[in-house]
């Protein structure tokens, strides 16, 4: 392909975007410089929640266990002096797999309705836990006081122009493992799950063992974003397990479109975006949230990007 | 629509600071919501009167207030705080209740070189081992009044065996830690130690077990604030003990802010305090007036804080003539200030921390409402106050 | 022994409590398969509504048909007017409740701000009554008789009454209800109109011990989490005695084991859904 066809079709807009994110941080200021690092680990996270629903069909509403798990798992290790980003991603990932295999053998033989509960269920033990165990987590004041990790070749990641760039490049490479993922042989079965179990068991596919894998998957990516987001605050706390989150995590993918390959991030650019500016309007900015979702949800529920999709058709 | 709101604010919100006759910006933070909600506005309220009192002017550079909602949660405060410095471009940071959120922002509010005036917060590390030239406090370290309490308790109320309740969160473990030293130190024995969580719905289960210490200990010490306090003294009335086992606690438990909902639960009950409505000075008549007029409802010891925090503030400012863009300057003149507060005289210690008098001070019953009174005075506690024994 | 007394009485009203919310909470899960998510919003603004109207009135029975009136209101909207067109669509649905919570739990805000309150208590129940060489309050018995009784009226109503058949079904076997042709819609709304009123009714009750302040919508919706995973979704009989087992749990692990209170809180649920997923009373999902 000549680099002047990649600027056209299918990749105009992606193409656009990256452009504008790369010039990004010479427009403008650090404090939206740090909004869009904010949406590029909501992004890594929203997508590992869409492996779930939008390709799987399992609606998990405790999504933000996985985060919240790698998300002190990185707090322990920095506070302890871990300083290299690699070790602490990889164990973050490792945690947050091994929750959902761990989650996933107790929630995957429930079906929808009774699925959303386990899982919710489940993210609130976790809460609990880090609420509780104050001799281990400080409880609800959090562990702070984290730094910025150190990733080798020299680059100081403490300024946020350069955690800009870093998170830009993470983001982008879990963008391509998760392309690489849901269009291989593999992601085309969870799809055929999604749209019928029935149909799949009898094709002869061991169905619950594909749900569980794509389950694990689910985790260790959210760990990557739980990871990366306390790295970006210097701060976890059991807010990381909130079910306002996890709820969150689903409301960018109605918004942005799940099933999508950026669906998600849109949905998550949306949503952190909307809770930030609104925020600085006005004091109501909870309710103009609250009317702004339900009225999405009502008009938008297959969600915004695929109602441009269909518009462009 | 949100692609246009965005580029809107990123229009106006990238404005810089001109030159020095421009406004001066202070950056505020508080609750508005949850526990510490009705704090968060009294805190407010404080600090918006005295900038009122000085028409919003210092040194001929008007003074602009904003204020942003930390919703008690330290993740939410450092996300506002870096709007605060980042987007808004303030001067000086000021407010933080909670002791969690004050935690979170230390590291930030540090490396980016504001100075953050804790108006509430009595996180004790900040003004010792977590110490910086950036961070003041004008309100109380956890711990401070608790220290006079604890030997007051031993020294002049006879006490000798206490049971201790308190929040679980840091600010009620440091503040047990203070009136235990002093209490510990003078002879006395703390028998037992409890501590419910924050938000804790019923302290049914906790005060059954109080029952079998009646007769056994001279007092319960306690600490809760905000909507804990409420159910907890309106609790310990219900199950009997308020007349077999008296209440000795930290000023949030009996606050002006909680007495509308505790009334007869909370009469009699004495407290320390570093501010009590009911002090009979010039300052704080005028000062509770002047509340009462502006905001029609009584002030307690968040108002004043915040109060006095802004007059800190403001009376560095006049005496470096508005010129805060010279850090050094005005951060050596803020170390200097003095003044005569509503509480009394206040000024700060060498870890920036503020020095007042502690309160003895009881819940009376006045024309049918609920007021603290003054019953004793503990004069020039800071937050390494010891009793000579 | 006193001890043990007012603990076991302790529990009880807090299980009475429990049961208000979980009751409403388990019967619209059970039936619509919606995870109500603004269940304790019902309870937050019945709980101001009805603060307001006993400043007004000092009347404690007003202020609770007031409230109650107001709150099922709200649920009957809710569902007929934004849930109902996403039937079988349970995410959703969700994500709708979610964003009720947040419209519900901003303008209480507005309006009340956001200091904590107590409800004043009914002026009958102000006391306390000895039992034995114990001083306990005359309110949390009224509690414990209120949520006897409620819990009695509900067990009238599901075994002895047409429409409580007809839930019991739905729960049972959605399918057959559909088919058999009565108006489901109709049963949607009278059941998320029930399930708002009982939780309304927990406000109101609630509201003197507990109180009424920002926040407590999410902690009696974990509650009633707790509660309904325990017990069994979809059976008021698994709520009532989830209720007992969490709100007497609750209460003997605070009173004996403080340091581990909410772990005592967490520790059964976490047990349930490893060994039982739908609880000691729901059913098994296949």
Redesign the interface.
Known sequence: MKVAEIFKGPFLLPSFFAVLTILFPFL?????V?LVIQIFIMAIFAMSLDIL?GHTGL?S?GHAAYYGVAGYATGFLCLAGVKNFWLVVVLGMGLGGLTAAFFGL??I??????F???T???S??LW??A??W?SVT?????L??IGRPEIGMGIDLKPDLYFYYFTFAIFLIVLVALFILLNSPFGYTLRGIRESESRMKALGYNVWLYKYVGFIFAGIFAGISGALWVYY???V?P?NFG??LS?KA??ML?LGGSGSLFGPSIGAG?IV??E??????T??W??V???V??TV??LF?EGIFSVFKRGRN | M?MS??LF??AF??RGIAEAAEPIKIGYLAP?VGVFAKFGSDLRDGFKLYLEEIGNKVAGRQIIFIDE?TEG???VG??KT??LV??DHVQILAGIIS??VA??V???VIASKVPLVITNAGATKLTQEQRSPFIFRTSFANCQQDLAGGWYAYAKMGARKVIMMGS???AGHEKAAGFKKTFKFMGGEVVEETYP??GTNDFAPYLAKVANYVGKVDRTWAFFAGSDAIRFVNQYQEYGLKEKLKLFCEEGVTDEANLPSQKEAALGVESYARYCIGHDSSENKRFVREYRKKYNYDPGSLSEGGYVGAKFIVKALEAVKGKIENQEAFLKALRSVKFEAPRGPVRFDEHQNVIFNTFIQRVEKKDGKYNNIVVDMIPDVDQYWMPKK | MAFWIIQILNGLSFSMLLFLVAAGFTLI?GLM???N?AHGSFYLLSAYIGLTVLRATENFLLATIASSIAVVLVGIAMQSL?LR??YM????Q???T??????I???C??IWGGNPMALPKPSLFRGSIWIGSVVFPSYRLFVILVGVIIAVGLWIFQEKTKFGAIVRAGVDDEEMLRGSGINIQMVFVGVFGLGALLAGIGGMIGGPFVGVFPGVD?SML?LA??V??IGG?GSLRGAFVGSLFVGLTDNFGKALFPE????T??AP??II??IR??GIFGKI??
């Not at chain 3, 979610?98 to 419209?103: D, K, R, S, W």
């Open positions: 403008f200021s650090n404090y939206y740090g629903v609606p509403m107790l929630a033989r429930a079906r929808g309705p009774y959303m509960l386990i919710l269920a489940l609130q033990v609990g836990i609420f509780k104050r400080k409880g609800d004041d959090g702070p006081g605050s210097g701060f706390n807010s079910v306002d709820v689903l409301l109605i949306i975006l909307l930030n500016l609104v925020s600085g309007f004091e109501r909870s309710l949230l609250g009317i979702y339900v949800i009502m529920s | 949100i709101m965005f604010s990123l919100g990238n508005y909602d949660k330290p993740e450092l996300v870096k709007k980042e987007k002791s969690g935690y979170a230390r590291d930030y679980d969160y840091a969580p924050l | 899960f398969k919606i995870i998510i934004f067109r996403f669509k349970e995410l959703q969700v994500l709708l979610f964003g009720f919570v947040l419209i739990a901003d303008l805000l507005w999410i974990l989490l707790v309904v995973i979704v581990l209170s909410l772990f809180l967490f649920m976490a859904l490893a997923p739908t999902e296949e």
